[in-house]
């Protein structure tokens, strides 16, 4: 996301980024759901891979919109809050040259020395500012991505078309299975995707300049980082939810609490099935998102980035 553009702006740029990572990368999320679920995800038909492709790239394009918009927003909060607190200056300042508050921000970023009409102070989120919102915008967007995975996840277990699926999860005690998993999950890679590689790119470029001169040599372990961290972190929830979304009926698996103990029964890598699968589907979608937001972002809106 950019705090140079709006709300709807953000949550434009978040679909389409959304939209294309999920096409490049179904074929591993299915795998990962199959191994999950302890089912067979080795398949002749490419085809197969794609179930529910419809309800995933909803669900990416849509959370990723939901996420861009809430971080932006909430980042351009927080700044704006920060910018007229006239505590932050330091007294000792000249009105006419810049200075570094030490106390404030521990040496590390300019700040004006007296605030001029009209001024716009420049700040840096704290990485736990940045952590917290991205979670937040994370959590948020499962009250969408939460029925939409279920849809995918039950397509990608049983096929059939769109329709019959929505039909056979429409009611109320099934609509938000999973819910819970749903939102530490998606907390957990919004921090991940959104958050991390950032911090990274940027303290590689000022702490090791001559090895990383561009971005884009920056975003490989940016992105690398940003994936080990999403994936590991979130996945015991999101093979709970899983587990969950793929057994409606509870024949196997009951509540949320429920679901980790039989989970859990088998040791706890069991909590890590197909973890593999998703850190690959992450340091590739965790590269894409971070490159293509800025680009798309710029094509959409050039006037933003002027």
């Known amino acids: 996301m950019s705090t140079k553009l709006t709300g709807l702006q953000n949550a434009h740029v978040g679909v389409t980024v959304g939209v294309i990572e999920v096409l490049c990368c179904q074929p591993l999320n299915y795998c990962k759901n199959m191994r999950q679920q302890g089912l067979s995800w080795r398949t002749s038909d490419p085809r197969r891979m794609y179930r529910g492709l419809g309800a995933a790239s909803v669900n990416m394009g849509s959370c990723t919109m939901i996420q861009f918009a809430i971080d932006g927003s909430l980042k351009r909060m927080a700044l704006s809050s920060s910018g007229h607190d006239d505590d932050d200056y330091d007294d000792d300042c000249d009105d006419d040259y810049d200075c570094y508050d030490n106390h404030h921000h521990g040496g590390g970023r300019r700040r004006r020395g007296r605030r001029e009409e009209g001024e716009e102070e420049e700040r840096r989120l704290s990485v736990r500012e ?136 088998n040791g706890y890598t069991a909590f890590y099935r197909g973890a593999s699968f998703r850190y690959g589907r992450m340091v590739c979608a965790v590269y894409l998102i971070d490159s293509l937001q800025g680009v798309i972002g710029s094509r959409l809106y050039p006037n933003a980035f002027k």
């Open 130 to 265: 940045e952590m917290g919102i991205g979670f937040a915008a994370g959590a948020t967007s499962a009250l969408a991505g939460s029925p939409l995975t279920l849809i995918m996840i039950q397509q990608q277990v049983r096929g059939g078309r769109t329709i019959d699926t929505i039909r056979r999860i429409s009611a109320p005690r099934h609509v938000y299975r999973g819910f819970v998993g749903v939102a530490m999950r998606e907390g957990l890679w919004t921090c991940g995707y959104l958050c991390l590689p950032p911090v990274v790119t940027r303290t590689l470029r000022e702490s090791y300049p001559g090895q990383f001169d561009a971005d884009a040599k920056a975003r490989v372990p940016a992105a690398l980082i940003g994936g080990l961290f999403a994936c590991y972190l979130s996945h015991p929830f999101d093979t709970i939810k899983t587990c969950m979304q793929g057994d409606i009926e509870r024949r196997c698996y009951g509540t949320f609490t429920e679901t980790a103990r039989k989970i859990g029964e």
